[in-house]
Every structure is written in structure tokens, then in C-alpha cells.
């Protein structure tokens, strides 16, 4: 029920209406949801959304970048998935605080975590199933499937950037990944598959096939 206009004595008192409507109604922060995306992209997705739901209900507006970006930038390019990082992270900038969701960060949320705590923004913690816990540790970029003796088998750099790098996948996420782009691909018309597989992987399909179901 909304706060009524007039006083008691029937006298129309906007001071008093205020006040009272600020109280009836606490402002909403606004959150930034970090959860992993990466590698078991639907299931990250359908974690995602329950964890803006979660937001929502506890009065919070639920910033969930990448629950936005993917439906128009590729995630298997480096390009647009470094650009999807930095429009991420200046959303972050105007939120109120950051809630990270999982049991360990992904190195997207290794990142996103680093910049809350540099530009001084609450964070808090919680698992999968919403329920608030301490904060959780930053991968070993051993686990990475690039990850050859110090070096990346990937990029074009000598050494690997170590856990805060934001390509780190298992090689369970990266099978997942290759998986996930070679249906993406193989539902797509001929002429656009084959603009594909020249641009990203050099004319060779089999780069993805080993992903395949
Ligand atoms: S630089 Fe990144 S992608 Fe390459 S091995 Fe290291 S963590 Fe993995």
C-alpha cells in the first residue's frame, strides 16, 4: 500500500510523504553478477540466470554481462571476447558491489574480482546455490590446457600470463568449447561455414573435430 499524501489532520503534507516513501521503499543497488561462463557455456547460462533471479529477489538490479554479450559477440574469438571483458568491466565501474557466484573463480572472474577490489567495491561471496560464504581462490594456471612448461601453446607469447589470464580453459572446457563451436558451425548455411573455418582455423575443420560429438 502506497504512503498516503495527507497527515492525520486531513493536511496535505509532501515533507512527511517523502520521508515515509524513502523508508517504505530502500533504494536498490545495483549488482554485478560474476560467475564462470566458459566451457559448460549452458549450464554457466542457466546457473547465471538463476543467480540474477537470486539478485532480484533480495533487492538488488542484477548486472549479468554475460548473459548479454554472447548474443552478439563470438566467445571462441579472442578479439570480440576481449571486448566483451572490457565492456563487462566498465558496467562493474557503476556498480554498487560485485557478488560472486561458484566454488573457485574462472579467470574471467579472477579479473573482475581484482578490479572490484582496485576500484574499492564491496564484494561478496556465494555458492551455486546462493547461499553467502567466504571468498574463494583464483585458478592454477597449470590446469590450463595450453599450458606447456611455463609456456602458452595458444597465443602468440613466449611465457604463459599465469592464473589471472583470461583465456585459462581445462582441457575439459576447451573440448567443450571446440564442441559447442563445431555445432554452432555445422548449423550454419555452406557458403558461411566455409568463411568460418578459413578465417578462424586456418581452412582446417579438424582443429574443432576432436570436439565433436
Ligand atoms: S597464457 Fe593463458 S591460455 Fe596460455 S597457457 Fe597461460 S593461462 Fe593458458
Known sequence: MGVNLYNQERNLDPAAHEALTKIEKPKKRIVYICSPFAGDVDGNTIRARRFGRFAASENAIPIIPHLMYPQFLEEDDPEE??????????????????????????????????????????????????????????????????????????????????????????????????????????????????WIINKYYKGNMSLLEEGSE
Open 81 to 194: 571476447r576481449k571486448l566483451g571483458m572490457q565492456m563487462g568491466l566498465e558496467l562493474l565501474r557503476k556498480c554498487q558491489e560485485l557478488w560472486a557466484f561458484g566454488n573457485q573463480l574462472s579467470t574471467g572472474m579472477a579479473v573482475e574480482v581484482k578490479k572490484a577490489k582496485q576500484w574499492k567495491i564491496p564484494i561478496r561471496y556465494f555458492t551455486t546455490d546462493c547461499r553467502e560464504t567466504g571468498e574463494f581462490q583464483l585458478r592454477n594456471e597449470k590446469e590450463c590446457f595450453a599450458y606447456r612448461k611455463g609456456r602458452c601453446k595458444i597465443l602468440a607469447i613466449e611465457k604463459c600470463q599465469g592464473a589471472s589470464c583470461s583465456f585459462l580453459k581445462t582441457e575439459a572446457e576447451a573440448a567443450e568449447g571446440r564442441k559447442k563451436a563445431l555445432n554452432r558451425i555445422l548449423s550454419l548455411d555452406k557458403e558461411t561455414q566455409e
